[in-house]
């Protein structure tokens, strides 16, 4: 009766799998897009205006240069201020009577979309890492059988199969733990966390860093100074470079005659920016550099797990561990222990963690050269965050990324003289590279931390072959460490890794019995098996 069907199948769609309840769309799925819908429409400028509008030109700034202004440096309003034009308001944004009283300052504005963007982030964790525990257990199990054409999948080899395997897991309680393995593993979390993890995020902040409809263009120098234009003072302030006299904060107090130097003659030392240009390229150049360990890590190790574990991930493996599979698998560790390329193998990961170690350092380092004393200047900003002071941490974070500098232009007159003009220019990127390098601070020290300990336990793992051996044991629990010992030539360092590697992508049934078949195949002396451990 079902053959009948087969001329309409091509209209029979396949449903979605469903590996979660209606509660978890909700609050994963339905959020997520709800959220990012909110984020779209914030950048919707044509239908709801730009994002900061202050009126017209005054005198001879023109209106572009006062909207940049306010939005770099903060808009306020008088504290009981409630937004509504009333009688009892002297104008918008504050009350009544003198302008000595507080100012509340509504430094969320211009982070809003970011806002949005993380909440967003927060709800889709859990689906994320679901996806990534779930890893396609029911994919694999219901593959072909989620049709209404379902027969010719469902064959007795398929049935038997099947159950065989919901038997095996129940003696194993696997459907409590184990997760099946789409994406092979062939390192371990911190490489993962230092690599992978590290790169997502700084490119995060290299696209955050050309969202100009958010946070204005990199640089702006007010109006036209006479017959030069803008455009060429800023183009002029750009290539040149801009600077503050040393001691200026950035921030515009009764101690500041002017924006871009402290009160005085103009004769202090002068600290040039020469970092704000490129400061794009170092978040990219950091990136490059904590993705090369795992770029040569793939280079060298070349799919050999891959090739090893192929068919073997799966809950339905018994059609793939064949008994001349397996003496071909136990073959190559035979051939590979003679000739000690796993020891080599395992050198060649130990390599990599090494870099990524050097990477982080030299990337503190690196940062430490570019701003001139980053670590020490930083702490009293980052110092701030605790009290929840944001006064201080203004005025700290702009000793290094100030928020206005100044820039010398010069210009030859009519008759060929030089004139000299002094332009201040708003730099509206780094407000948002404070708040990136403020994070950077923390998690730059936590990355270096992690390198770290990733390679002290290594060495550690490295000197003891007892240790190697509990690991193995650790991974499958139904041999004894006498054949683990056996089936790793007395714990070698290269075997351990390879083995290790194929412990966390293998089928643990698989993996148990490569074990016992290595174990007779590489035997040391009786006396030596397990009395050392």
């Keep these: 009766m079902l053959n009948s069907l087969k001329p309409i199948k091509v209209y029979l769609v396949?449903?979605?799998l469903n590996t979660t309840n209606w509660p978890f769309k909700l609050l994963c799925r339905l959020n997520v897009g709800i959220l990012l819908f909110f984020v779209a429409l914030m950048t919707l400028n044509q239908f709801f205006g730009s994002p900061i509008d202050c009126g017209s030109d005054v005198g001879s700034i023109r209106k572009d240069s006062i909207e940049s202004y306010c939005w770099v440096m903060g808009l306020y309003v008088q504290k009981g201020f409630t937004g509504i034009v009333t009688n009892k308001t002297a104008s918008i944004g504050y009350i009544t009577g003198p302008l000595t009283g507080e100012r509340i300052y509504l430094r969320y504005y211009q982070w809003l979309i970011l806002v949005y963007f993380g909440l967003a982030a927060s709800f889709s964790f859990p689906s994320v890492l679901w996806k990534i525990w779930e890893n396609g257990r029911v994919k694999q199990l219901c593959d072909g059988l989620d049709v209404p054409l379902f027969e010719k999948n469902w064959t007795t080899e398929r049935r038997a199969e099947i159950v065989g395997y919901f038997v095996w897991s129940g003696i194993r309680s696997t459907h409590m733990l184990y997760a099946l393995k789409r994406n092979l593993n062939t390192t371990n979390w911190p490489f993962k966390l230092l690599c992978r993890l590290n790169v997502g995020i700084l490119l995060f902040f290299v696209a955050l860093m050309t969202l100009n409809q958010f946070f204005g263009s990199p640089i702006d120098c007010g109006s036209d100074v006479g017959s030069i234009r803008k455009d060429s003072i800023e183009s002029y302030c750009w290539v040149m470079g801009l600077y503050v006299q040393?001691?200026?904060?950035?921030?515009?107090?009764?101690?500041?005659?002017?924006?871009?130097?402290?009160?005085?003659?103009?004769?202090?030392?002068?600290?040039?920016?020469?970092?704000?240009?490129?400061?794009?390229?170092?978040?990219?150049?950091?990136?490059?550099?904590?993705?090369?360990?795992?770029?040569?890590?793939?280079?060298?190790?070349?799919?050999?797990?891959?090739?090893?574990?192929?068919?073997?991930?799966?809950?339905?493996?018994?059609?793939?561990?064949?008994?001349?599979?397996?003496?071909?698998?136990?073959?190559?560790?035979?051939?590979?222990?003679i000739r000690s390329t796993h020891m080599l193998y395992a050198l060649k990961y130990f390599i990599c963690q090494v870099i990524l170690f050097i990477v982080s350092i030299i990337n503190i380092w690196f940062i430490e050269i570019i701003f001139s004393g980053f670590w020490t200047k930083y702490y009293h900003a980052v110092a701030a965050l605790y009290p929840f002071d944001y006064d201080t941490y203004v005025e700290q974070t702009a000793k290094i990324f100030p928020r206005m500098a100044k820039c010398e232009f010069i210009n030859y007159g009519a008759s060929g003289s030089l004139q000299k003009l002094d332009a201040l220019c708003l730099l509206p990127l780094n407000m948002v590279n404070e708040k990136i390098f403020t994070f950077l601070f923390f998690w730059l020290l936590l990355m270096v931390i992690v390198a770290t300990l990733s390679l002290i336990w290594s060495c550690v793992v490295a000197c003891s072959s007892c240790l190697r051996i509990y690991i193995l044991k650790?991974?499958?629990?139904?041999?004894?460490?006498?054949?683990?010992?056996?089936?790793?030539?007395?714990?070698?360092?290269?075997?351990?890794?390879?083995?290790?590697?194929?412990?966390?992508?293998?089928?643990?049934?698989?993996?148990?019995?490569?074990?016992?078949?290595?174990?007779?195949?590489?035997f040391i002396k009786k006396t030596d098996e397990i009395e050392d451990c």
């Design 246 to 337: 040393k001691g200026f904060t950035g921030i515009v107090t009764n101690k500041t005659a002017s924006i871009g130097y402290i009160t005085g003659p103009l004769t202090g030392e002068r600290i040039y920016l020469r970092y704000y240009q490129w400061l794009i390229l170092v978040y990219f150049g950091l990136a490059a550099s904590f993705s090369f360990p795992s770029v040569l890590w793939k280079i060298w190790e070349n799919g050999r797990v891959k090739q090893l574990c192929d068919g073997l991930d799966v809950p339905l493996f018994e059609k793939n561990w064949t008994t001349e599979r397996r003496a071909e698998i136990v073959g190559y560790f035979v051939w590979s222990g």
């Design 474 to 522: 650790a991974q499958t629990h139904e041999i004894s460490l006498g054949q683990i010992r056996r089936a790793t030539n007395n714990g070698s360092l290269g075997d351990f890794f390879i083995l290790h590697l194929l412990g966390k992508n293998m089928n643990p049934y698989v993996f148990k019995d490569l074990l016992i078949e290595l174990s007779k195949y590489k």
């Design 14 to 16: 396949r449903r979605n």
